[in-house]
């Protein structure tokens, strides 16, 4: 799938919802074999650096089958999961409350929730811009948001080898698994996301302090860090 087949605004919403109500069923299984096992490691980082007490109601935007929330519930923190793929919030295995809505719209008042956290959705949305505003209006002040995604390793050597893995192999190892063409749109989706220093200023223009930006597993995953401002 080239860039320009990408699919954008309304058309994107309704691709990427039914494409994960197709995956859905074999979503965490593939995933862990994908990325060898990191994600598991990736999750648990970004939880941590919401550095929110125990207690904290934390908002997990796209959560799909609930992994994050998971973590967010073993570190004492109270999820509430949102998605819009019905199928994927149908194979949750959490004890949080889902929500089937739209991230871009929060059924969730001003200020409500302590933290907001995403695993590997930002790319999913159809206005990354609009996601990071909707989070930090739930947000109250002094609140965390913490933003996990793929990125492109800065290493020319590492950035060729990830390549290659994620552009042939796990597109091949979805398509045994899984669904093929899901698993090729996944790759293909990261030319979505804008540059490390875009996502810090949208990020910042959203009403985010202290915004940073830590890269995990040699620059293979990000994870975007904002203090509710
Ligand atoms: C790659 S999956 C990640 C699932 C989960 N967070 C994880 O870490 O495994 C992306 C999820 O984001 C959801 N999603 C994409 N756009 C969304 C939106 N605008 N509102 C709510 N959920 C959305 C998809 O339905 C999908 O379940």
């Known amino acids: 799938m080239t860039v320009a087949e990408l699919p954008v605004g309304e058309r994107k919403a309704r691709a990427v919802e039914e494409m994960f109500d197709r995956i859905a069923p074999r979503y965490e299984l593939v995933n862990r074999v994908m990325t060898l096992g990191l994600d598991a490691g990736w999750r648990r980082r970004a939880v941590r650096e919401l550095h929110l007490k125990s207690g904290a109601n934390v908002v997990d935007l796209g959560c799909g089958t609930g992994d994050l929330c998971r973590v967010l519930g073993r570190a ?113 989706s990261t030319a979505y996301l804008p540059s490390p220093d875009d996502l810090i200023h949208l990020l910042t223009d959203a009403g985010f302090t202290r915004c940073r930006r830590v890269q995990l597993g040699m620059g293979a995953a990000q994870v975007l860090i904002g203090i509710r401002g």
């Open 76 to 188: 004492g923190l109270r999820a509430i999961g949102v998605d819009m793929a019905a199928g994927m919030l149908a194979r949750a295995h959490t004890s949080a409350p889902l929500v089937r809505a739209d991230a871009l719209q929060l059924p969730l008042g001003d200020g409500s929730v302590d933290g907001a956290i995403s695993g590997f959705a930002l790319r999913n949305v159809v206005d990354i811009a609009a996601c990071f505003r909707e989070a930090a209006r739930v947000i109250r002040p002094g609140g965390r948001a913490v933003f996990l995604e793929v990125s492109e390793p800065p290493n020319p050597i590492v950035r060729r080898v990830h390549a290659l893995y994620f552009r042939r192999i796990v597109p091949m190892v979805g398509g045994l698994l899984s669904d093929r063409r899901a698993y090729a749109y996944l790759p293909a």
